[in-house]
């Protein structure tokens, strides 16, 4: 109960609550397992990219091309045949390589180079986005079905969108068993003090860009094996989806305090209430609308929660 | 080059023996910006020993200590470990050599848990770097308890108390099982108790070969635990010896401050007069519970205490810069509560706060825009403001003040520390300050120009404004207020005046001690 208190992970989970009670009650057969499946493989690519902001923002950091470099990595999917990597595994794999060099480039920028993430990264975000429209200034191109197979298909039984979450949260908890996990949160937590502990801020920063990419590049093939196209503006409400999930789930943009569990329920929130508004059968042209409303109270309410328990 | 000693021997020498020097540094000199820190210190550490390091605030210690330390880069000089010459370039590096050391103001994370902090950087981990958790919190309890200390190892190092974090921060030395510990003023935060054990734990460490240097300004502490000593005073080495019986405290004195006669109290003529400032049960937030205190024309009253017992936050609080929660103010015969630092200012109660980097100036403008922007925001037409004026304004502050620097189109923070607390106060002198507050006004600067910026506080209490001051050098206030109020836990408990105003007596109170 402590360790739930320290990570100000509770007033999230109260709203996780009440998403998925009102989700539950919307759409018919929530909890049936076809639509279970579905609502799972939706919401891996936003969980994916969820945890990669998680990480680079509890070292201290933020983000903003990982949108861009989702669509990136799908672009490039789309357009390399398939027979010349190999089959769909190394399709992935080409897909993991790209996303490790977009994770390094931003983060030589951030660490070495010294600049402000915020800018940075929105910088190297239209960069990304660049490159993903030369590579494929329209939508379309076609990804090998074998890909979509993979990803549609169940491992004994556990449906694969299930496995990718599952095995990112197993890297997550083991990160955070790890001395590097550790080092990341210290770095956020107090950079100053992490270095007088003989930590190399530079080092731990880049690393948890590098884990945070690998991350991106896993989003970037669960999206891909769903659509099997690709769209230059794919990834584009990655971006701040993550940032705010970050927020909803109690991670402190500062740095250093929260927990990837909090990154979690953060993206299933925000990926319910999508859900929520399709079933509740506003009108399309509203649904960004209240999408919007929801998420500014979801972060007013996080907020004030956050100020409430500091004043405690 | 030094002749190089043999290496280190298997056994601590006994007494009688001469003990071999561990570490030797030479002429090792500092600049920060246009201040110079260190001006060619000598020091020579011996195996199992304690070297005291002594020197007023700003005389160099901690610069020292941390480039010993391998957090600051030397300007020049040479250090040399067991007869090797000594290059680290990180505290990584020194802590792999065995260097290491406990700061002053504890640097932790403050989200992570008090285990974590204890073997940051150094996690005891299983192959793969998978950390042993169960390993690093045993480890944890054993060290604090040889502290004397019962902290709850899960609580984030955050939520401790100032000395919960020293102890943390000490722990985290000790786990290191250093060759070298670097004590920097240690007990400043600790109790009496939590010293004794501090103690025992460092006679221990000599027992077994380990040199200490330790930093502290209690002459009685230096007396208890050190066999040799070193004075520093400006940056340099001003004399070291090895104790034989009692220390001299009166030699330390007159080194540490180059002239005996300046311990001496340095009072103007002052006419004190009518109360200006009176604050009843005055509460802000956590950090000030109840304060009473009344300021008189012309008069200097000093606040002291430990560090972080709401001194800062009560001369926000009294500026408007910090909501207040309940109790009165009064400013002269009226009840005031200031909601916003204007409506203060307004009143001609200015505050030189905490943090001038900070709060204090707009460090990428020049010196004349940080003192006239005062002007700027006071005046009805600030549009209509002629440019002579804020030149004119700006060179009679730096003539006033004398703010060394190339003139007010200078970049202020091209200044050194102690000009640019200068600019901060003199940023007030176009309005007519009735009450000034300050919040360690002399924090990172040089001696000089901490003596100046007394003087300067000294001719605006002749001209009638009354001073309230936070020093975190319980000395400097000794030597120049007229009254102490010491505070503990966001409440005066102490106020001295006249003959009483003593450190032992402010530091008894200081810890939230009845006066003996």
Known sequence: ?312 | MLSSPEGLPAAPPTDGEIAPPLLIARGITKHFGGVVALAGVDLTLRQGRVLGLLGANGSGKSTLSRIIAGELSSGGGEMHLAGAPLRHASPQDAARLGIVIAHQHPSLAPDMPVWENVFLGAELSYAGGFIDRAKARRRTTDVLSELGSRLDIAAPAGTLTAAGQQLVEIARALARKPRVLILDEPTAALAAAEVGHLFAAIRRLTEEGVSVIFISHRLAEIDTICDDILVMRNGRTAGAWTTSGRLDEGRILSLMTGDPDAVLREMGERRIGEPVLRLEGLRAGPAVRGVDLELRRSEIVGLAGLQGQGQVELLEAIAGDRRIDGGTLWHKDRAVSPRRPRDMINRGICLVPDDRRRQGLFSGETVGENIGYVLLALAPRPWRLPAEKLVALATRAIRRLLIKTDGPDQTVSALSGGNQQKVVIGKWLATDVEVMLLSDPTKGVDVHARSEIYAIIGELAQAGTAALVFASDVQELLLHCDRILVMYEGRIVEELSGDAMTEPRVMTAAFGKAAA
């Not at chain 1, 915020?118 to 990304?128: D, E, N, P, Q, R």
């Not at chain 1, 770095?187 to 190399?200: K, L, M, R, W, Y």
């Not at chain 1, 584009?236 to 329920?265: E, H, K, Q």
Request: proline letters at 4%; hydrophobic letters at 55%.
């Open chain 1, 1 to 312: 109960m402590r360790a739930l208190r320290y990570t100000g992970i509770l007033p999230s989970l109260l709203m996780l609550v009440v998403v998925i009670a009102l989700n539950a009650r919307l759409q018919p057969h929530f909890f049936g397992l076809p639509s279970l499946e579905d609502n799972i493989a939706t919401l891996t690519p936003t969980i994916l990219v969820c945890l990669a902001q998680a990480v680079i923002v509890l070292s201290g950091e933020l983000d903003l091309s990982v949108g861009a470099g989702v669509s990136l990595i799908n672009c490039l999917l789309a357009t390399v045949p398939i027979s010349a990597v190999g089959g769909p595994w190394g399709l992935m794999g080409l897909a993991l390589l790209l996303a490790l060099a977009l994770g390094a480039i931003n983060g030589v920028i951030v660490t070495i180079f010294g600049l402000p993430s915020l800018i940075a990264t929105f910088a190297t975000a239209a960069v990304w986005f660049g490159l993903a429209l030369a590579l494929m200034p329209q939508p379309g191109g076609e990804l090998d079905q074998s890909v979509g197979d993979l990803y549609s298909g169940t491992v004994s039984g556990v449906p694969v969108p299930l496995f990718i979450v599952a095995g990112a949260l197993l890297i997550w908890t083991l990160l955070g068993r790890h001395r590097l996990g550790r080092r990341i949160v210290a770095v956020g937590s107090n950079p100053a003090a992490a270095f007088q502990a003989g930590i190399s801020v530079l080092r731990v920063k880049l690393a948890a860009y590098l884990v945070g990419w690998l991350l991106v590049g896993l989003a970037a093939i669960a999206i891909s094996a769903q659509t099997l196209s690709g769209d230059a503006r794919v990834g584009d409400t990655y971006t701040l989806t993550s940032v705010a999930a970050v927020v909803i789930g109690g991670i402190s943009l500062a740095g250093g305090r929260g927990t990837p569990w909090g990154a979690l329920v953060g993206a299933i929130v925000l990926g319910i209430v999508s859900n929520v508004i399709y079933f509740a059968g506003i009108p399309s042209i509203w649904q960004e609308f209240f999408k919007g409303i929801v998420i500014m109270s979801a972060l007013g309410f996080m907020v004030l929660e956050q100020k409430r328990a500091a004043v405690a």
